[in-house]
């Protein structure tokens, strides 16, 4: 995930400081993306100080320790140019969901039936939830660009567990195959 160019957007308006640029990202972004953690934030501004994309300077305060203040390079501008003139593309589905409607469907149809009517649940649950936020964020278009996006990603995995059923329901009604103790095993016990 590109943190890193969110943090040297920021900086592409005016230089700034850790936490200012943690309440920026949060403000800008929402609530959908989730908190950015401070740690991570100062181990992205170091990373990106090394590859020269920002620079760092110490601002002394009278009555408090010294502020760091991070800037945007030039190298900083065209690496943020490079990127956004790049596709997203994404490459490959590792998916949790995936991997319970394989473990499902290996255990048998009521397995598969359980899961699925979980997981219809929680994804009507998180549609809801989504739609009541988008209410709440409505004059902020980035927010609720995001927030769509998430809810037709969910939306998505609605249909795919819907047709799970119908397109995993042979396999999940086979009987799994259990392997038989080894004759070697039984004679030793």
């Known amino acids: 995930m590109p943190i890193h160019h969110a943090v040297l957007t920021l900086l592409s308006a005016s230089p700034s400081y850790g936490y200012e640029l943690k309440s920026q990202f949060e403000e ?4 959908q993306w989730g908190g950015l ?33 991070y800037t945007l390079t030039s190298q900083g501008r065209q690496e ?19 991997l319970k409607l394989f473990a499902a469907s290996r255990l048998g149809a009521d397995a598969l039936a359980r899961y699925v009517a ?7 649950s998180e549609i809801g939830s989504l739609t009541r936020l988008r209410a709440q964020h409505y004059d902020e278009p980035l927010i609720t660009l995001l927030i769509d996006a998430a809810i037709s990603y969910t939306t998505a995995d609605l249909q795919v567990i819907e047709s799970a059923s119908i397109r995993l329901g042979a396999a999940a009604s086979a009987p799994l195959h259990q392997a038989e103790p080894s004759q070697g095993l039984e004679a030793s016990g």
């Open 118 to 124: 979980v997981q219809r649940a929680a994804c009507f």
């Open 28 to 31: 800008a972004i929402g609530p």
């Open 80 to 98: 943020l140019d490079r990127w956004l003139s790049e596709p997203c593309v994404r490459s490959g589905y590792r998916d949790e969901l995936f």
């Open 37 to 69: 953690n401070i740690g991570h934030l100062y181990q992205i501004l170091d990373r990106l100080e090394r590859e020269g994309t920002v620079t760092r300077s110490h601002l002394a305060q009278p009555s408090r320790p010294d502020r760091t203040l």
